[in-house]
């Protein structure tokens, strides 16, 4: 699967960044763009989206102090259901509050186990192909 | 529907057979918490958002957009001095051979979205916003309203680069 990187205002020139669309659970009408943040272990999310998804992190399986973009902030972990493209895959992911970024972050644990990348910075693309074990094809999509 | 000026400064006309006074610092007022509709073939812009010209005008007069056309409202808006224009079908698809300094879209989708630092926003496509709103929890609501999908995904436009960035600590 190709994907884009998204481009963002800049002052002199646009901000390009490495990003893909997820959807979270069954948040269907809104894939999150999350940015491709292969120094991040795990994935980050703000924790709205844990709401939203009707998750409920009363449930959470950890609880800790994080660091995110040299912030710290208070994180959950949930195991969630994610969905990229016709894949979807069950992956650990933290919901952070407060959250200052733009995107939800995709770290080595939550996204490249399950995904092998290719970036292409100097035309602006990337391509994820699925590895063969943790993920399913979407039944419905082709 | 007739319309006329009288007087200098406020503007009125004359729409479903009401006369209203109506001056663009007050539609710019009403519209300030009002998020979009989605676009058909027409548009105008009001605080740097696209509105269909008759949420517009309904919105800031109370009347029933039964009792007016587009075109109408299109006609006192631009009065007002607001822009007015056609939606036009979503940007091409990236040419990935193109410059780098650009970005995949030419600066396309930097254009499209540099009214909305800050803003969460869903994009249908590249340089297509379908809404913004001050809050992720407003752009779900008016996606579930209008039966819309973010098929080119959902996110806050940074207001600055490090918004924009990973994890690891500066």
């Known amino acids: ?142 | 529907m007739d319309q006329r000026c009288y007087g200098k400064d406020v503007p009125t006309f004359t729409v479903a057979g009401q006369t209203i006074e109506l001056e663009r610092d007050e539609v710019e007022r009403k519209l300030e918490r009002v998020l979009p509709e989605p676009l058909r073939e027409h548009y105008v812009v009001v605080c740097s958002r696209r509105y269909p010209p008759k949420q517009v005008l309904s919105e800031v007069t109370g009347l029933d957009r039964a009792d007016f056309t587009t075109h109408q409202a299109r006609r006192i808006l631009k009065r007002l001095g607001f822009t007015a224009a056609r939606a036009t079908p979503e940007a091409t698809a990236p040419e990935t051979d193109g410059p780098a300094t650009a970005g995949p879209f030419g600066g396309r989708q930097a254009e499209a979205l540099s009214g909305y630092a800050g803003k969460w926003v869903a994009l249908a496509g590249p340089t297509d916003v379908l809404v913004a709103a001050d809050t992720p929890q407003e752009v779900l609501r008016w996606l579930a309203q209008y039966e819309r999908k973010a098929t080119g995904g959902m996110f806050r436009v940074p207001t600055q680069p490090t918004e924009a960035e990973g994890v690891a600590p500066r």
């Open chain 1, 1 to 142: 699967m190709r994907f884009s990187f998204v481009e963002l205002p800049g002052e002199l020139r646009p901000l390009v960044r490495p990003v893909v669309p997820v959807q979270i659970e069954d948040l269907d009408d809104a894939p999150q763009l999350c940015l491709l943040d292969s120094g991040a272990t795990s994935n980050r999310f703000p924790a709205w989206l844990a709401d939203a998804a009707g998750l409920s992190l009363d449930d959470a399986l950890d609880e800790d102090e994080i660091v995110v973009g040299g912030t710290r902030t208070s994180g959950r972990l949930l195991q969630v259901e994610l969905t990229l493209g016709a894949y979807r895959f069950r992956a650990p992911a933290w919901f952070c509050d407060p959250w200052n970024l733009s995107f939800g972050l995709l770290g080595q644990e939550g996204f490249f186990r399950f995904f092998r990348v290719t970036f292409c910075a100097a035309e602006g693309w990337l391509e994820c192909e699925p590895e063969e074990e943790g993920i399913a094809l979407v039944s419905g999509v082709p």
